[in-house]
């Protein structure tokens, strides 16, 4: 299953987000400690998005993340306070290219999946009916991810963002019967997340936070996120609290 984080808090270079400390992003890549039976390594692609006064951008590659020369020589030139980023394992038989790899981004949203939804596509046909024909011709990629964050945007548009995290893991749940489902959304001034049946921690710092599949570094202050939660966290702040 692919890792993910998002960090908000102090001015930050985008690639020391995505390669600081001893388990960061990119060591996560090729050497993740708590991927749970769902895959190896994350090797098929990546993506880092950050948010400006002007919205949110992102960048994305298809290779791994340690291949790629632009992680050092580009994005640790970029500097942003929020930033939320993942490194992807393609679930079999889904395609390795630029437009699978997360963060999905849309205006001032964006978003991660870690996990599977099993059964896919047929096990999602249902729930993809709340969805705009117009908008199902806007599928970044024949997945299971990219499927979500379609619903998702739907269901942006109608509810909060806790709300809507909370609608699309209940009808995941009514159509696939053990989905691994953590999400991850950010507008660059909150995070929200999910777990089901994957792993995340939250570390929080006067001034900041940060959410990831896995502890970045040595830090105690890590605290792990039990299963079928939801996390909302700011700068300074989070709060857990049961997903159903
Ligand atoms: N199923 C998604 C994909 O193939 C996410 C993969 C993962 O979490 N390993 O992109």
Redesign the pocket.
Known sequence: ??RHLGYLGPVRSVGGVLTEGVNSLRVQSWAPKDMRG??TINADGFGAAWWTPAGVTAYRNAMPIWSDPAVDDVLTGIESTAVLAAV????VG?PVERN?CAPFTDQTWAFS????VFGWPHAMAEIMSEVPAAEMLTLAAP???AALWLLLRTLLRRHDPEKALRMLTAQVLSVCERPRLNLLLSDGNALYATTLHHSLSVLRADDSVTVASEPLDDRRGWVGVDDRKFVLARPGHFDISDLD
């Open positions: 299953m692919c769902g895959g992807r394992s393609a679930t889904m699978a999946h870690n996990g599977v997945t299971d991810s």
